[in-house]
């Protein structure tokens, strides 16, 4: 079974560029998550998506940034225009339960690396 | 969601038993106590995850203390695949945003 898949892997732009992120979750999890870890911190919440609606997107840090997953499978994260402080590491995560269900687990990619110079 | 305590490293020899400890003093009735870890350039992975009861999986066993307010993850023969940073998280078996809180962990270093 393929796991939660991430491309790119690293992405470097220059700031004010646009940079669009992919994340295609597990098959058949309805449930999709965005979190990152900018250098030297913790690893954050960005949103929740259950199937193509989003469920809660408290974590995004402000308007640059735009979540998608339309049809409900494969999503993508938009930041446009990318500032410096956006550099680090954005992880997708997806799940088949509802968190809270017994056997709940998230299921992480790889991450991709974004470098904003 | 109920903050925890980790330290920061630990080392532990291969082939030994690794023993992560983690304090969650302000948890509540319904939180559950999940354990991830991250390998280096690879992301989160589950691990173990309890309410109140010692879990063992096929990675680790997972003791939770009478009174829940702390709890060790047990990789029972650590091998050096084992290094990575270990994630202790309290969580509300459902909450609204159904996000995991992950603080610093633990950086686990097994050595030969």
């Known amino acids: 079974e393929a796991g939660v898949t991430q491309f790119p892997s690293h992405s470097v732009i220059e700031k004010g560029q646009t940079v669009t992120l992919r994340c295609d979750p597990i098959?058949?999890?309805?449930?999709l998550y965005w979190y990152r870890r900018v250098m030297g911190k913790e690893i954050k919440f960005l949103l929740h998506f259950v199937k193509e609606s989003k469920q809660d997107e408290s974590g995004m840090p402000n308007n640059r940034f735009l979540a998608e997953r339309t049809g409900g499978t494969y999503s993508t994260l938009k930041v446009q225009p990318a500032e410096l402080e956006d550099s680090g590491v954005y992880f997708c995560a997806s799940s088949q339960d509802r968190m809270g269900t017994t056997n709940e687990k998230l299921f992480f990619g790889s991450g991709t690396q974004l470098s904003v110079l | 969601d109920a903050k925890t305590t980790q330290p920061p490293s630990m080392d532990c020899a291969e082939g030994r038993a690794a023993n992560l400890p983690c304090n969650h003093s302000t948890i509540s009735g319904n939180e559950y106590v999940y354990w991830y870890r991250q390998i280096h350039s690879q992301g989160p992975q589950y691990i173990i995850h309890g309410l109140k009861n010692n879990e063992t999986n096929e990675m680790a066993s997972l003791i939770i203390t009478e009174d829940r307010k702390s709890s060790t993850l047990i990789l029972p023969h650590a091998t050096l695949r084992d290094t990575a940073v270990y994630y202790c998280?309290?969580?509300?078996?459902?909450?609204?945003?159904?996000?995991?809180?992950f603080g610093g962990g633990t950086r686990l270093m097994v050595k030969p």
């Open positions: 998280i309290v969580r509300l078996q459902y909450n609204a945003g159904n996000m995991l809180t």
């Open positions: 098959s058949g999890h309805d449930n």
